[in-house]
């Protein structure tokens, strides 16, 4: 017993030894190495994808093009046309046709049960994600699943409670955090180049009411609601979370010494979202009677235990191109995504106080984050939101590869996504506080209860 208690004791000491000389290395504080727990690390990852809309296809052709060590046995859709071109889209690239599923809506959990599949990446929409992802794991299948997550505060709970009863790993395919830029401020926090960091602002404001080809993406031709329309029509809370509010939580270290506490938030009226339903479908159209009740712009302000702030914007309908932005505040000095940079004693200042932005290209030589110096052209090759999918993608076949927690897990994905409901509360309490629940139970308080865990920081063996 004591030499168990000896070997677990060591294996503690040489992550924190090998913490220690990442940061030193000017990584992220995570090991740059780590053992993997695989019993044949050679076995191919052998992952199921379901949902083969455009997002879901974007991942399975990477998957089956850039991923020598994955195998797809089984692909899964609703829809026959996109089934079968995800089964020829395989075959095609690497010779073998995978099995497909798509009878019912529930088939997804035949295909779960099958031995031949390590795990399932989920590319559905949003209000599933909760359902499915939990009975993957029940089927004994590690899952990830796309933005934004699960998808009510139940479904949040749900994946969390599963994952913890059977141990298998839950990822959210975030990739934003994995951005150039978002990473290469992650390093500089690391640095200490920011100070104490207490505010940040961050945003998901994405015209889709008109989704660029001046038609709805929230109303289908048959004036139905699409999956991203219900978002809008069957609550008002901030249910896009995950694109804005992962960036400054991995920033601020959320779930990893502080938490989201509470929120409020507060939104306009949905006008622009109506009046683009009307001018596309006609004033007496079925269209024009939809009840859309999320606002076109929405606020929510979110305090943590620790004291500090952060502003998560949300719109669907705002006419104005996409726009993803982002703020840090430190004691230091501040990262504004749509002005520069700003760092006291290294940025121009007249006087104490008077200085001058810097473009945040200044700072990307000496400070871009590891994985994006050794694997900038394979990740601008695979394509997807200027690279940082590769990354997020990547990942998610190591997770399974390695038998791991990934670095943005389901206490990330249920704390993010209880926002969704969270301000949907406050809004029907005139911006009232609303409790954010603590989902690891407390152990949040504890900055390094997932130090070891490998997270960007950590360049893997190939
Ligand atoms: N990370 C990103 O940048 C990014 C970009 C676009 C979309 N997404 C996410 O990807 C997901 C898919 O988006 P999309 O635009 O491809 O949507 P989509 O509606 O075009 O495709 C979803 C597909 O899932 C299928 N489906 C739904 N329920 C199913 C079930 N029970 N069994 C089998 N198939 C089922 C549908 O038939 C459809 O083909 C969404 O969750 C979206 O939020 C992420």
Known sequence: ???????????????????????????????????????????????????????????????????????????????????????????????????????????????????????????????????????VMKAGKHVATEVTGPHSLDDCWAIVEEKERCGK??????????????????????????????????????????????????????????????????????????????????????????????CIAMMSEPREIHAQVVEQFGPDSAAAKIQFQTGDFLSTLIKTAKGRMIRLDYSLSNTRPYSRYYLLQGMNGCFESRTGLFLKGASKESSPGYGTWDPVETFLEKYRHPIWRKDAATALKTGGHGGMDYF????????VRYNREPWIDCYDAAAYNALNQCSQKSIDAKGAPVEIPDFTKGKWQDPDWRKGRPSPAAVLPA
């Open 1 to 135: 017993m004591s030499g168990h208690a000896d070997k677990s004791l060591d294996r503690r000491q040489f992550l924190q030894q090998g913490a220690a000389a990442a940061v030193a290395l000017g990584g992220l504080g995570a090991v740059a190495s780590e053992t993997p727990r695989k019993e044949d690390p050679d076995a191919p990852a052998r992952i199921a994808v379901i949902g083969l809309g455009g997002r879901g296809t974007f991942l399975l052709r990477s998957l089956v093009s850039y991923f020598p060590q994955v195998t797809v046995p089984a692909v899964c859709d609703l829809k026959p046309d996109r089934l079968q071109a995800g089964i020829e889209l395989v075959k095609k690239i690497r010779g073998t046709a995978p099995a497909g599923y798509g009878k019912d809506e529930f088939d997804y959990r035949n295909m779960a049960q099958r031995e031949d599949v390590d795990a399932v990446l989920v590319a559905t929409g949003v209000q599933v994600f909760g359902t499915i992802a939990t009975d």
């Open 169 to 262: 790993h839950y990822m959210l395919l975030e990739q934003c955090v994995y951005g150039d830029v978002n990473l290469m401020i992650l390093n500089m926090i690391k640095h200490g180049l920011f100070g104490e960091t207490y505010y940040a602002e961050c945003s998901y404001v994405h015209d889709i009411k008109t989704g660029g080809s001046g038609k709805s993406r929230l109303v289908e031709a048959d004036q139905t609601l699409s999956w991203r329309g219900r978002l809008v029509a069957d609550g008002h809370g901030s249910s896009y979370p995950a694109h804005g509010i992962a960036t400054p939580a991995k920033w601020m270290g959320i779930n990893d010494g502080d938490r989201f506490e509470y």
């Open 392 to 399: 997020c993608l990547r990942d998610f076949v190591d997770m």
